[in-house]
């Protein structure tokens, strides 16, 4: 009979430690055993054994089960996956969008990535479990330049079954334009007749985007925070939260005042247009930028135009109107805080109801596209108060107007050379129509601002998608006709400044040599030092042929295939409507020409250097 009989005390050897016992391991789990260890750790015997009697009552209180197999370990504590957040953008608004998405997603423990279409693997789809895309239309329903990729993948008969996927859009468009959002309605659709569930709800969100966009990225977060984070809070350990980054002193929404150096007209006597060259004091401000980015500008409304809105409404300007929140005078709201330039559909709509006219409301009928475009197209608001009249009252009108938003200028200069400085090449609007002066927001805003006391609120939106490759000596050949120019400007600085050693190729289009060549000394002057090594230029009206800047293309073609070939990249900036299109098709002929390709395999062609960036597009 051993000893402890005797004394009728029971010694047992010591206990394993908590986390090390295999039936611990198995009745818990190792992770679950681990984390038992750690908060056992250290306490005497007088808690251990408090703690074993009310560990001993939940027992007491929980229902007994029959025991069954090994218990399923714990889920982890941490997201199971990370929400993938993909933009598509030609003017930076998705992009903007989507940075902030990223920011309130991650503030909330969330684990993310941010990637622009043109980036994302779109095989890799098939394994997402929550896939957020925050997407722009541009002109007649097309998607990005940096997107199409990406739709064409998933409207292809190649995208994948999704079942497992969760998901939602974000669309970004205008309504001035008939095929409003198009692209992010075609993707909300598709993505649900693969499979998918829809997590969030679309939202189309027009020029003005901010009240939209604001809510659907709250609804956003908070569903996400759902499909990541398990609902047993209790069990929950949160993933350290990221550090968004830091936001810029001065941008979209805090503008910098710039100091206004330089307003030059940069066309000749007779020219059809005036076009200036405007360089701003970017100061202390810390702004910078790349060649390829844009200088976005808070403008005001045309004083005429303003005082010609509240003659035509018989309304008083010192009338005191509240919107979102904000009370002022119905002067200023029009002055600077409202969209009296563009027309809108919505505007439309409603200035149709209140007019009762029967031609206006066809215009906006379903059957009416080609009369809504027609009309877009040749009318400002002003011309529509005027043509077909309306009695608006002061608080309607206000709230009726789109928010006035910044306009967009590619930078025509590369900091390198200019410093604290941003340079724009701008194309003033301003003609007659039916009887009476018009003229654009922005531009008028820049061409009236002197040098003396002249300033602008500016701010940098940059533009990843249009840059110079990183290799300097690889070629590039530039097609800019117009104002198109004024980023080319910026990349010849640039690669001046930094020894690249590529050829440079430029092609610019205008109507007139003598007195719309725009910075003419300033391409000769490069010619002579080596900086541009061949320009190509065409003047519509200098013959009785109209000559443009794809057709110079289709003559140099042998050339523009063999320097593509060897691995040059193509940069296109202009006009979204016409000039991008004909362009495009130039480059398909001169492919199938020179190239001995189909005309399908010339579009996979310019798609595969799109995917490899080497052709670019700024188009507006």
């Known amino acids: 009979m051993s000893a402890s009989s005797n004394t009728g005390v029971s010694r047992l050897a010591s206990p394993p430690a908590p986390g090390t016992s295999p039936f611990v391991n198995t009745l818990l789990g ?34 007994l089960s029959a025991p069954t197999a090994v218990p399923t370990p714990a889920p982890q504590a941490v997201p199971e996956t990370v929400l993938t957040i993909v933009y598509g953008t030609q003017t930076g608004n998705s992009r903007l969008l989507a940075e902030r998405l990223q920011r309130q997603a991650e503030a909330s423990g969330l684990k993310t990535r941010l990637l622009r279409t043109g980036e994302y693997p779109v ?70 007749e693969l499979g998918a569930k829809r997590w969030v709800e679309r939202a189309d969100c027009d020029v003005d985007f901010e009240p939209v966009a604001a809510g659907w990225l709250d609804q956003a977060v908070a569903k996400a925070k759902e499909a990541l984070v398990p609902q047993d809070t209790g069990s929950v350990v949160m993933l350290p939260r990221n550090s968004p980054a830091a936001a810029p002193a001065f941008g979209r929404d805090a503008p910098y005042t710039a100091e206004v150096l330089t307003n030059q007209r940069i066309t000749g006597r007779g020219a059809l247009k005036d076009v200036r060259h405007i360089e701003l ?24 135009l303003v005082e010609a809105f509240l003659s035509e409404l018989r309304l008083e300007g010192s009338a005191e109107l ?3 929140g904000r009370t002022l005078p119905l002067k200023q709201w029009l002055e600077t805080e409202l969209e009296l330039t563009r027309l809108s559909r919505p505007f439309l709509e409603r200035h149709a109801t209140l007019s009762g006219n029967a031609d206006l409301q066809a215009i906006l009928a379903p059957g009416g596209g080609e009369k809504f475009r027609a009309l877009l197209a040749s009318h400002q608001i002003i011309d529509v ?75 940098v939106e940059h533009n990843d998608r249009f840059r110079l490759p990183q290799e300097t000596g690889r070629d590039i050949i530039m ?18 400044e930094t020894g690249g050693k590529g050829r440079n190729w430029l092609f610019f289009g205008e109507q007139h040599f003598r007195s719309q060549f725009l910075y003419q000394t300033e391409w000769q002057e490069a010619l002579k030092k080596g900086a541009l090594h061949r320009i190509s230029l065409a003047f519509s009206r200098d013959q009785a042929e109209k000559i443009y800047v794809q057709q110079r293309l289709r003559e140099a073609g042998r050339d523009v295939y063999a320097w593509l070939e060897a691995g040059a990249h193509l940069y296109v900036c202009g006009e979204a409507q016409r000039m991008a299109p004909d362009v495009h098709a130039a480059l398909i002929d001169i492919i199938t020409t020179h190239g001995g390709r189909s005309r399908e395999d010339a579009e996979a062609w310019l798609q595969t250097l799109r995917e490899q960036q080497r052709y670019q597009r700024d188009i507006y």
């Open 30 to 63: 190792e992770e679950r055993s681990a984390s038992l260890h750690r908060a056992l750790d250290g306490l005497d015997a007088q808690t251990l054994q408090w703690l074993s009697g009310y560990i001993a009552g939940l027992a007491a209180r929980a229902p």
């Open 123 to 192: 095989r890799e789809i098939q394994k997402e479990r929550l896939l957020y895309v925050v997407i722009s239309t541009q002109g007649d329903g097309d998607p990005p330049d940096d997107a199409r990729g990406f739709v064409d993948f998933i409207s292809s008969k190649r995208a994948p079954r999704l079942e497992q996927l969760r998901f939602a859009v974000l669309g970004l468009g205008d309504t001035s334009y008939p095929k409003y959002c198009e692209v992010s309605r075609a993707l909300d659709a598709r993505l649900t």
């Open 281 to 304: 004091s970017l100061g202390d401000s810390g702004l910078s930028y790349e060649p390829g980015d844009s200088l976005g500008i808070w403008p005001e409304n045309p004083p005429a």
């Open 322 to 324: 509240t919107r979102d």
């Open 385 to 459: 108060l005027r043509a077909w009249p309306a009695a608006w009252n002061a608080q309607e009108l206000v709230r009726a107007l789109r928010r006035l938003t910044p306009r967009m200028y590619s930078i025509a200069s590369s900091q390198k050379r200019v410093g604290a400085e941003a340079h724009l090449t701008v194309a003033v609007v301003d003609y007659v129509a039916f009887g009476t002066p018009h003229q654009g927001a922005a531009s008028y805003h820049l061409a009236t601002r002197g040098t003396s006391e002249g300033t602008a609120r500016v701010f």
């Open 479 to 496: 097609i800019g006709p117009g104002t198109g120019v004024a980023p080319f400007r910026a990349f010849l600085q640039e690669r001046a």
